[in-house]
């Protein structure tokens, strides 16, 4: 087996294509809507769920079939048409 060094770009995969029916946003947490799909684990998850934590800057987004997940900074969203 022989090693081949990748650069951290070309070692990411790209992303998936937004779910049909959505258009790709750049949402901080405070913006994010039940309903928007978040990019985790190279797939699209969609929020069922979510719940402040102090602070409007920060959320804990729920999703079905996986643990919550904490949302700290802005990121790409995909939102319902």
Known sequence: MRYV???????????????VGTV???S??????????VL?????QRIRD???LGT???RVLHFAGRPPWIMRKA???????
């Open 5 to 19: 060094h990748q650069s951290s770009k070309a070692a990411r995969a790209e992303a998936p294509p937004a779910p």
């Open 75 to 81: 990121r790409t969203v995909c939102r319902p048409i």
């Open 28 to 37: 901080t947490p405070n913006e994010v809507r039940i309903g928007d799909f």
């Open 50 to 52: 979510m719940r402040s």
């Open 56 to 58: 409007a800057s920060v």
């Open 24 to 26: 790709k946003t750049h």
């Open 40 to 44: 985790l684990d190279g797939q699209y």
